[in-house]
């Protein structure tokens, strides 16, 4: 047995998956020839066909893209309790909760997980919570000083009996009513619990640090949303506590695994290798979701495949909740100047003078001197003897609306600004500097929170994304110019490519989905028939793409309902809220708009078992996002039914539409069959009559 000393915090295992590159290729060579076949007989058809060609080159781009994510999937193991023995003080960490609306985001959801993350399982003196409230609400600002209270006696409760769901509505809601032999006993412990809490002066035992981070916004200041609210955070632990490492999740994303933070720290402190990693993120599950995920965003099988192949790379996107960063890292340091990679520069390189510093950092004095204390390597605050009324006095300042105002913040340094998916956005610029990034899964899952419920909520957030996504995709933090003028792999650069193109695969979609019902109603063709070798290669591309998916569901252990409902959600996402998406970025790039972020409604679970089926049912609202999904589900039914009965134009040089055409169009109307029921539904399960 080796001594424990030189035993890994953490392994890297590549996964075995020869059976699925198989199958990605033979998809792959499949869409090749069978463009190949379009593109030789383009002259003897018409515009669907050449239509179709297009579509399916780009379905045949993304293929590529899916190919290239996927190809080294790997997974990381962390030894936590190997940890005390290699690391002899573990470093502190500033945890970061964001809130902005509390009636979207009712504060029990914020409280629950900020008491989550002050119970954790790590040195009580080395946290420190910060919670940034962009709604500036007495309410929970008012629910946050109840948690501070109750936190005194959550914290010790969970820590002596080693519970494992440390966020208290779900804790309760669980296990209480499990057995009353139980629930006696915990009678019994919560008044013994008060004992433990007068010990209040023993830090070890105590709460971590609470703090609670409402910025100034005026009208005239562009607030930048998410991205604004974490540099003001950062800004604001940077005067008081100026961890080294810092942890952010929203507000509905609470700490399901006790020991996350160790877990997490094995893989950002042992070797120089893991030093390269600037970022761990922790996939997001979902707690209390529905069952077969009729919504299809639960993200299993997303975040199974696509993080675990980039991980194989250059490291996953950073997701914006759920993830450690390196506090040097978001302050913009490459590995270079870190002195991980090649020499370490010399302590008067390292040294910036006060001028330089407060340009790109702002006028705070405290806070400057802060940063050249995380830039030069010193871990923590040094001064023991914490001075706080003037930590305060520093935080109003670097927490008002003009402090950024000529600095770095949002461009070279912190979050950056400019688009609605901040979090890519930051995660490109780190990983253009040259570091890397890792997945971190233990079980049980590191952290649980809401996915939206509903069709207009669900498509607030689609929207949001893919507008986010693109606005990466146009501006000149591209990863094609992070690739070609920076430190961005080629491959990373294929795996952003793959996500920030999500809106524009709208266009190719509905063109594609609209061809079978224009073929119908013109009596042309876009499939081959029956007499040509070709129609073996769709047919068998139809076949084995939907094995191939739906084996990725089964292997998660997810049932055939999850992944028809996920194939079915992914065409009606791209035909509402990714086009809408594609809109509102052509409005901004045409300066008639500015884009905004609208933030999620987050639902508490409404049943206990996630199997109200009425829940599972798409809702509508009059949002014009409805619309060309819509319009697509009439014309296919007309065309269907026009079809059927042979109402249809005599066919231009014999060869009119025929089956292939009314099996794909009888497939489009399968997967829009919410619209279809929201035709004939009632309330919001019924598409409103402006919509129509
Ligand atoms: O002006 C704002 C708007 C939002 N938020 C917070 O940002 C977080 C994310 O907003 P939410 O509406 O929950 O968006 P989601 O789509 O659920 O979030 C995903 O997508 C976002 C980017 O679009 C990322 O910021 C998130 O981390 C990621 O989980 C929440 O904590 C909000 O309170 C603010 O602090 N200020
Ligand atoms: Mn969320």
Redesign the pocket.
Known sequence: MASPIFLPLQEKVPRKNTLQRASELTIFYLLLSFLLYRLLSLNDHGVPWLLAFLCESWFTFVWFLSINIKWNLVDHKTYPERLLQRVPELPPVDMFV????PVL?PPIITVNTVLSLLAVDYPTHKLACYV?D?GGSPLTFYSLVETAKFAKLWVPFCKKYDIQVRAPFHYFSSELNSSSDLSSDLLRDWREMKVIWENKDNLLNGVPLLVYVSREKQPKHP?H??A??MNVLTRVSGVITNAPFMLNV???LFANNPQIVLHAMCLLLGSDKEREYAFVQCP?HIYGGLKDDPFGNQMIVLQEYLARGIGGIQGPFY???GCFHRRKVIYGLSPVEAGIRGRNLSSDNRKSNVEVLQTKFGKSTVFTKSAAQILSGITGKTDDSHDLSRSLEAANQVAGCNYEYGTYWGTKIGWVYGS????VLTGLGIHARGWGSVFCTPEPPPFLGCAPMGGPACMT?LK??AT?LLEILFSKNSPILATLTAKLQFRQCLCYLYIVVWGLRSIPELCYAALPAYCILTNTYFIPKVSEPAIFKIGALFIIFNLYTLSEYLRCGLSIRTWWNNQRMARITSATAWLFGVLSVVLKLLGLSETV?E??R?DQSTTDDGNDTDAGRFTFDESPVFVPATALVLVHLTALSMGLVGVQPSARGGYGSGLGEVICCAWVVLNFLPFVKGLVGKGKYGIPSSTL
């Open positions: 964001t809130t902005a609306d985001e940034s962009d607030h949303f998410k604004g609210a929203d507000c509905d997001q997701g914006g909740t609605m998916t901040e979090d957030q949001r994304w986010g972020f933030v999620t987050k």
